[in-house]
């Protein structure tokens, strides 16, 4: 969680910032400790119990005829995205790898990224949210791994799906409300609608009938991204 050293020194000129904005800042991060990426209320300890887990485990190798598959057809789509065919390889062969270890849809981790820094992994947001999949840094304190630098590419997509899965399973399945509390927009549309147009206009692998979660939440929402079956 960033400290109030760190708000400080980040202000450009540290001692004209006003001792009351600093208390307000000080009180705003206790009650939004997630700011735009979670639960404002408080740090979920299952969250930071997986997230602790799974950074210190290292992926086993995936090495399957479907897996091939995937990734000829993904590299085409991303080169719109990265021009190095050696970093869209690299990228994907790691998002296959994380997200079925996560037992998450790899082109739905795409869309994520798409949305969330269109594959820029020096991406921030406004909130501080880092790298492709826009993880809030703090995370790194809450399961002790300061070191972690979040625009590396494993890094951060291990972070991401991790976060993500675990608001699929608090979410039960349904999409738009998982994609809605991993960007901290719980009871809106617009983000998820946004992620899943994009994986189902620009990533989709599999058929309608192969994804039992968005046909849900088509039946339960009104979304564009119905429109792309």
Known sequence: MIRLWQIWLSWPAADSLPIALL???????????????????????????????NLANQLEHIDRFDAQVWLQVSDRRLQRYLANQQERLDLLKFVYGEANRQGLDPDLVLAVMQI??????FAISSAGAQGLMQVMPFWRMEIGRPQDNLTHVETNIRYGTVILAHYMQVAKGDLVEALARYNGSYGRLKYPDKV????RRTWRNKSWGDVPGFRTSCSQYALVACRYQ
């Open 23 to 53: 208390v307000g800042l000080l009180a705003l991060q206790a009650t939004t400790a997630q700011a735009n990426r979670a639960d404002p209320a408080e740090i979920d300890p299952l969250l930071r119990e997986k997230l602790a887990l």
């Open 116 to 121: 969330e820094s269109t594959f820029n992994r």
């Open 196 to 199: 899943l147009t994009a994986w």
